[in-house]
RNA sequence: GUUCCCAUAGCUCAAUGGAUAGAGCGUUGGUCUCCGAAGCCAAAGAUCCAGGUUCGAUUCCUGGUGGGGACACCA
């Protein structure tokens, strides 16, 4: 099934042709004076310069040959020639019609004709040190555009990119060895097996890495250890490789139970250690091929552009002490994707302050032809930081970071309160009141975070995260089970749904209109890479249904016509409801 | 210094170059003998400044002002 918009471009840009026009002035949008019309066409104003010609004059051919077709109730023109036009209410009754029979519950959302492959790279977090606030958006943002691009029917795959290959693990081996120096690990001369139990916790670990890296910068004597440690490992010596995958163990373990708290799961859980075989025959082939070039020691590769108003500084390839950093590292990943998976784009969805390093990489991977600029679409879809009151990334009161876990904790905890206060699920099991919190707090925290707009910083502040009411994750699970249980009660009294009937009123005509409109929400989501455009539609969507629900009753009515089609209404809305949170990675209970 | 991002109501945020700039919170006032009031209805309240492009600019461009980030051997 086509979108509607689209349906209606189809006709509008037939009207123009038909009148000697370029078809390109038919597109279609909807209306912003919904009093006035219901999807507007606005090409006969810019039509009117090329054309030399009065833009209502424009409209008006092109209105007098709308006017008529079966789509329509009304066409008109207004203003300076906008064509304004409202949608007969028995075919859009047909539409909703067609968009609930949709197959494969996708609501009139056709796959795409040509499948991308699409990687989003996404979480980045590092071992040996747990989540924190400010991994949440990367978890939540990526996690959304990564199902967004999965519904729209393209190949997507999302990955991790752990951190565990960098400085920070030899910093964590070089603290450990100076607090046990007699474990056996570092011990030179031990040949045989290693233990397989970890010889820390992941909660050593997470006091153990900032302890290091506090002392990294500290002391510049104890940061050459630690690089050197690095090194080692980095080497291949066995102590430390053993050392090495305790570490990851333990780490990944960690990282699975508080990600699948937050509803978000990584296809991939590769990482930067992953490339590490690929990078001496990359930095091999890149000098043999010209990109990189001797500097000061190191080997760059130059990424200067056309256009660049300032000098661009080359992308650090191998420093020199001949270690390699996260540029190389970034770059030996997208060679990997290309050999592995052939994409046609990697979506970066990482934190704005990564914009400079990523121009740097991108360009370094087109130069050279690690990525062919034609195939493959490397993108930075950077978000905003989480500022403290202060303006500057969000630190605890103590100047640490706060553990994501104990965010988590906080904001399922307000849900459980606030469930007692408004006496909700009061008679349910335990088990179920502790599970609908979680889903209402983790609904009320994403949300909180989808809903603006991905480039822009935003205030840390727990009353964002743990507001239940208006404009919320909750609000949107409430719209949902409030209609489970209509649809509960419909069916134990053997009601069904049945056939769409036109629009019983102008708030059920402005339901059906927005339902329609979920294809081109999707679409624009995705095209932006910009879930919050979802957000939006999502909550006109509730707020809309939850007027049509004050206006008509529908376990109440007397016409079994009417009532059969509202359930059907009801159903297609709670399905689209659920379709769109779904698409923002937010679980609906089935009742709270 | 160079460069990138941001600036909209008291606060927190939206807005595909279109007509009268939307919400939530907060404030004030309504609304449960009726499918779940985490709801619904109503009131007051805003585009940083100056130019430019355009039939039309919150949106695009230039220059200011203010805030934040980044700028080769840490990731």
């Given at each position: 099934m086509k979108n509607l918009k689209d349906q209606l471009t189809q006709i509008v840009s037939a009207a123009f042709e038909a009148s000697g026009y370029d078809p390109d002035y038919g597109q279609v949008t909807v209306s912003q004076r919904r009093e006035l019309a219901d999807y507007q066409c606005n090409g006969a104003l810019p039509a009117a310069r090329p054309y030399q010609t009065n833009p209502r004059q424009i409209a008006q051919e092109v209105a007098d040959r709308l006017t008529g077709h079966a789509a329509f109730a009304e066409v008109s023109i207004a203003g300076p020639g906008f064509i304004n036009l409202r949608l007969a209410d028995d075919f859009i009754a047909d539409q909703i019609a067609g968009m609930k029979a949709d197959p494969g519950g996708r609501c009139g959302l056709e796959p795409v004709a040509q499948p991308q492959t699409i990687i989003v790279d996404y979480g980045g977090p590092n071992v040996a040190k747990s989540l924190h606030v400010g991994h949440i958006r990367a978890a939540i943002i990526g996690e959304s555009i990564k199902r967004i691009a999965r519904f729209l029917g393209h190949d997507t795959l999302g990955d991790i990119h752990l951190g565990d290959w960098g400085l920070q693990m030899g910093q964590v081996i070089a603290e450990l060895r100076e607090r046990q120096p007699d474990l056996i690990y570092f011990d030179p001369a031990y040949q045989g097996e290693y233990p397989a139990e970890s010889p820390v916790s992941i909660d050593q670990l997470e006091e153990i890495y900032p302890a290091a890296s506090a002392k990294s910068k500290a002391d510049p004597e104890w940061l050459e250890l630690a690089k050197e440690a690095t090194g080692d490992l980095q080497a291949g010596r066995r102590g430390y490789l053993a050392l090495w995958r305790h570490f990851v163990n333990v780490s990944v373990a960690d990282l699975k139970k508080n990600y699948e708290r937050l509803n978000v799961d990584f296809d991939l859980w590769l990482g930067e250690s992953d490339v590490q075989p690929l990078i001496p025959g990359m930095v091999e082939s890149l000098i043999r091929d010209g990109h990189a070039v001797e500097s000061e020691g190191a080997i760059v590769i130059p990424i200067e552009e056309e256009g660049d108003k300032k000098e661009f500084p080359p992308l650090m390839l191998v420093k020199s002490n001949e270690s390699v950093g996260y540029a190389t590292t970034d770059l030996a990943t997208i060679l990997m994707r290309v050999r592995d998976y052939d994409p046609d784009a990697i979506l970066y969805v990482v934190d704005a302050r990564q914009q400079f390093h990523f121009t740097q990489v991108f360009r370094a991977a087109y130069k050279s032809g690690i990525a062919r600029r034609e195939k493959v679409s490397l993108e930075h879809n950077y978000f905003g930081t989480i500022n403290g009151p202060d303006g500057k990334p969000f630190r605890t009161r103590e100047g640490g970071v706060m553990k994501l876990a104990d965010l988590i904790d906080m904001v399922v905890a307000k849900a459980f309160e606030r469930m007692a206060e408004i006496d909700a699920a009061a008679d349910y099991p335990e088990k179920e009141r502790l599970e609908i919190a979680r889903m209402v707090g983790i609904a009320a925290l994403k949300y909180a975070d989808l809903m603006?707009?991905?480039?822009g910083d935003y205030t840390f502040d727990l009353d964002r995260f743990s507001s239940f009411e208006g404009r919320t994750g909750p609000y949107l699970l409430y719209a949902a089970v409030r209609t489970r249980s209509i649809l509960r009660k419909a069916a134990e009294q053997g009601l069904t749904s049945g056939a769409i009937l036109p629009a019983a009123g102008e708030t059920e005509r402005e339901l059906h209109l927005k339902l329609l409109e979920l294809p081109d929400s999707i679409l624009h989501a995705f095209e932006t890479r910009a879930p919050n455009h979802l957000c939006d539609y999502v909550y006109g969507l509730a707020t809309i249904y939850n007027r049509f629900y004050r206006e008509h009753h529908i376990l109440t009515e007397t016409d079994p016509s009417r009532q059969a089609s509202w359930l059907a209404v009801a159903e297609l809305t709670v399905q689209v409801i659920e379709l769109v949170l779904d698409l923002l990675g937010i679980e609906v209970p089935q009742r709270m």
């Open positions: 603006n707009h991905r480039t």
